[in-house]
């Protein structure tokens, strides 16, 4: 009597049927939002890389964000759309919007990611500050060093 390993038994015709034949039905929506100056310059050279799932924003004011088309949407209005927010700053310290947009995230139940870009190199203080105000909203949170980690996560999310 043959044993075949697990990984041969899952590929043998019989699990076969098991499986998901289709790819997903709906691909992943992301929004990306610069939280800061330096984060919305990252975000619009991002944006310039043809991301045929994600939608890009800057903080316009409290409640609202901006396209890049210059469209003002509501934070709510957009959250609903999204099953992914991904947030980026810099390290001045200057992401009191992280806790509204995180707000609005959590109530509506999606994820959160936020990318501190340039992390390794600021202050401490400064860095320390902008933790304050993005962990408390962020289900996952990047120090980056450079702005190619948003490029390579977007990649691997298949944006």
């Known amino acids: 009597m043959q044993h075949l390993s ?16 289709a790819p997903n039905s ?11 100056a330096s984060g919305a310059e990252a975000v619009r050279r991002l944006a310039a890389g043809g991301w045929s799932h994600a939608t890009f924003f800057t903080v316009a004011s409290p409640g609202q964000l901006k396209r890049l088309d210059g469209l003002t949407v509501g934070v ?9 927010v991904v947030m980026v700053t ?22 959160t990611t936020t990318l501190i870009v340039g992390a390794i190199d600021a202050p401490d203080d400064r860095l320390s500050r902008t933790l ?11 120090l980056a060093a450079d702005e190619q980690y948003i490029t390579d996560m977007m990649t691997a999310l298949r944006a």
């Open 132 to 142: 304050a105000q993005v962990r408390p909203w962020s289900l996952m949170l990047v």
């Open 6 to 21: 697990e990984s041969a038994r899952m590929s043998s015709a019989a699990e076969a049927r098991f499986r998901l034949q």
């Open 76 to 84: 709510d209005e957009q959250v609903r759309a999204a099953d992914l």
């Open 26 to 36: 709906r691909p992943r929506a992301i929004t990306v939002i610069g939280l800061d």
């Open 90 to 111: 810099s390290a001045e310290g200057r992401s009191q919007a992280a806790a509204e947009i995180g707000s609005v995230c959590s109530d509506r139940r999606v994820n």
